[in-house]
Structure formats: C-alpha cells, structure tokens
C-alpha cells in the first residue's frame, strides 16, 4: 500500500532524513519509533505530501507522492504531530468542515460525521468551541478528522502524545480496530506503546533507517548482544580460569563475591545457548552448584540502545545487517 | 459547492468568530465616517472626494490587519498541516482564503454608504462620481489585500505579516504620488514616470475616484491582484521544498 524507496530530504544543509526504505502492506500496522529529531514527522510529511522529497521515490496505492499529490491526499487520513484544529470553532463545525473540504456531501457527510464522532467518542463536546476541549478530546478530535473521509492509509505523528494512561490505551485500541480495514503508520518515541499496538516497526535515528522487521526478531537480535550472567557456588579464580576456556566466552568480569557464591557476567560470541551448555557442565564437572545461568528479558529501550550503538560503531554508516527482515508481508 | 466555496465559508466565519472582525469593522467606520465629516461642514461640498481620497492612505493600516491572520495563523497554529494536505489545489485554498478577506471589506465598506445617503438628503451629489469612487476603493482593497495575503504567507507571525505588508503597499502609495514621481524623474528622467503608470496606486485611484473608470486604470488593479495571488501560491508550492 505504502511503498519508500530511498527517501532523503535536505533542510538546507541538514539532512533529515537519508536514503530511507520501507514498505507497508495493507491493513498492516507499522510502527516508527525513534527519538525526537530522528526524521519521523519528515517522513510522514512527505508521504501525505505537505513536503517534497530531495530525492528518492513514495508511492501510495501505486501513486507518486510527487506526480499526484491530490490522488494521494483523496487516500490518507493524516494527524500531524501538531493537532491541526482551528481553536475558535465548534468541534461539529470543525469536522463537517474537513468533511466538506475532503469531498463529503449530504446523506454522506452525515453518516460519516455520525461515525467518526462515535468512533472518537466526542459525541457529548460537539457544541463546544474546541478551544474549550481537554487535551484528550482535542487529540480525539484531530483523529476524527483525520477518519472523516474513511481513508485507506492512516498517518498518525505521534497520537498519544501528552495523554493520561487511560486515554493512551483508549487510542491504542481504536488504532487497532481500524487497522482490521486500514493501512496505518503511527510515529511515537515511546517504545512500549510500539509493542502494545502492533508487531512491525521500523527505527529511525538520525534520519536513518537503523532497523526494521517484527519486534520480536528486532528483541531476538539485541539479546545476543546482551551479556550471560551467572552464579556459582564455587571459589572465584577457579569460575574465571573455567569460564575463559569455553569457547565463545569472552570479557569475563567478576560481579561480586558472597557467602561463598560468584557472580559473574560474559558475553558470547556465536550460539549463546551452546555457550550456556558448557558452562552448565564444567559446573557439575567440578561439583560447583548453579544458582542462576541466562540473560534477562531485553526490553525495547535496550533494543534501541543496542541497535543506535551498533548504527554508531559503523562509522555512522547504516547497520545493514540490523536491517534484517523486510517489514513487508501484507 | 466547489473547493473555493468551502474555505471561503470557514474564513470569512472565523473572521467573526473571533472579536477581531467586530473591532475592526466599529474603528473602520468611526475613524473614515469621523475624519471625512468633520471637515464635510466645513467644506460644504456634496461629493465624497476628500472620503476617498483618505482610503488609500487609512487602508494602509486597516487591509493589512485584515489579512495578516489568513496564513500566518495556519502557520502558527498547525492548520497549515491540514490544509495543504486537503485534496485541493493551492490556488483554491488561496482564493479561498482571499475571498473572504475582500468579502469582509466589501461589508466594511459597505457600512459607509450611509455617506452617500445622507449627501443625497442634504444636497444634490454627481451620483456616478461616487459610484465610480466605490468601485476604485473595491479595487483598492482587493489589491492591498493581494499583497496582504502573500505576506502573511511568509509569517509565522501575524505582526511581521502585519508590519511587512504595510511596507509593501506604502511603497506602492508612494510610488504614484506626485512628489516621488517628480524626485524621480529628476534623478533618471522617465523613471519616475514608469512608476506612476506602471507600479504606483495613487494615479490609478485618484482617475476613477474622479469618475474617469479607464479600462488601463481597472486593468492595473485586477493585474496587480492577479500577480500578488499567484505569487501567494507560488511561494506555497514552493514551502514543499
């Protein structure tokens, strides 16, 4: 549905975003996820067309952004970082205007205004003036907009940003409904709100595409490069001497010392199950007792961190073997 | 209704959703009604010269206050986002937005003719003078409000909109008026008076406001209009880049 070959764009002397590609399918949710500045908001300026491209190629539903603009506009819902509301007017007003501009008429218009007013949840603020509205029904009524003319392609900057928790997970939920018929890109910086909404992300740094690829492979790939951890009753000289030996084991470090037991930490280069095995046997072999052998649960913050470092060991370059799967596969 | 129709209604609503429009239209017609009567017993002549002889100079002040908000507040505000996403071409939303900034002043203007009625009742005026006046300050307006839309395109704020398209259309008062013209032509002979022909208001204005409605006169006014909204959408197009 959504097709970004080799996306960049200047501003100026800055490049905000280099040689970015992604494809999303359709009714496929993906998400961007990246720190602020990273180049989120350029690239959904430009695929709902409020921004020209430096160089590279966006095509929606087979249509360049650059050639058809209006074609590609007719097909996106769009809610930019900034909620585009005129404050002054009623939120009835409001949406019956974007209703109109977007090409809604009549019978039409009123059935679409009944259900993104009842999709929205706003149907109790409409004869307000939006300047009134709580931050949650503005963000409410900014999604409305974006829904009124039943777009195929969704285009949501950040849409929970600055909501309460309950309002967050309310959103997150009608993101995922209309996701059953719609092809959405939503943009947050927050990485747990990318798990609870959808498997596909992409992770933009530095207007760079540094990974892509379902979350969990993303989750799989980082919690090799985390460290093993261990604790062993056994004395410590003896659980370093052992430990360097294994294949595959490498920068041992000592945690600490108690009560008889060692806690040490390595990192394995190559199969880090294997890696384990061994350990596990050279333990039984000496007598010694296990009391802990594995890695934690890698979080999407050390996902992130692990994947913006290794971007930055390589020289700046792109990490092309972070950029693993394609997100497509809709 | 088209595209035009559709932005035209929200911002010529918007002008009186805020208090800006009611502000503005009550300082209109005390500051034109009040300057020109108060000197109208005096003179004691039935037409309505010295009124529109001051509208090129007031509009100055008032036409860019009118269309300072039209894209500076979009910028401002977001809405920007919104409308140059909507599936329309620029040049709709433009006039659009234009439309109502003229139809506002067409209103304010039209709170004046109360002048006329009363020149009417209390002597015997050149009824097509003052017609002819109100077409020359319709046009007037529409191209200071020309100028006023394009520079509020480049603002993110309304009072460098305000201020720089104040700037503009007091150069193109003052290139007409026959001190610079005369300077001018002292300088570089001819140059000055390119200027009065070709750029600047005050000959154009002060002919039709006599009743002298001249096609070059009626054609200078449509063209600069013309020029400032394309420009307006060319600088739009251009933003993408």
Redesign the interface.
Known sequence: MIRVENLSKDYGPVRALDAVSFEVGRQQILGFLGPNGAGKSTAMKIITTYLAPTAGKVLVDGIDVTEDPIAVRRRIGYLPETNPLYMDMRADDYLRFCGQARGLRGEDLRRRFDFVVEAAGIGHVLKKQINQLSKGFRQRTGLAQALIHDPPVLILDEPTSGLDPLQIIEIRRLIQELAREKTIIFSTHILSEISSTTDDVIIINNGRAIAKGRIRDLQRDAHRELPVRASLVAPRDAVEDELQQIAGVEHVSVLGEREGHVSVEFRVEGDIVAAQRMVGERAREHGWTVLELGTSEVTLEEVFISLVQRSKSHDGRPAAEAVRAGVSHG | ?G?VG??F??EF??YF??SIAYIFMIVFLLLMGGIYMSSFFLAGAADMRGFFGNLPLFNLFFLPAVTMRLWAEDKR??????L??????AQEIVVGKYLAALAFYAIALAGTLTIPVMISAVGNPDVGAMVSGYLGSLLLGAFYLAVGIFVSGLFKDQIAAFVVALMFCLFFYFAGTPLVVATTDGWISGLGTFLENYVGISGHFDDIQRGVVDVRNVLYFVSMTALFLVLNTLSLEGR??
């Open positions: 209704m595209n559709i932005i209604r929200r609503r918007a959703d805020s505000i977001g809405t920007m986002e919104l140059m996403t909507l599936p329309m071409k993408k880049y």
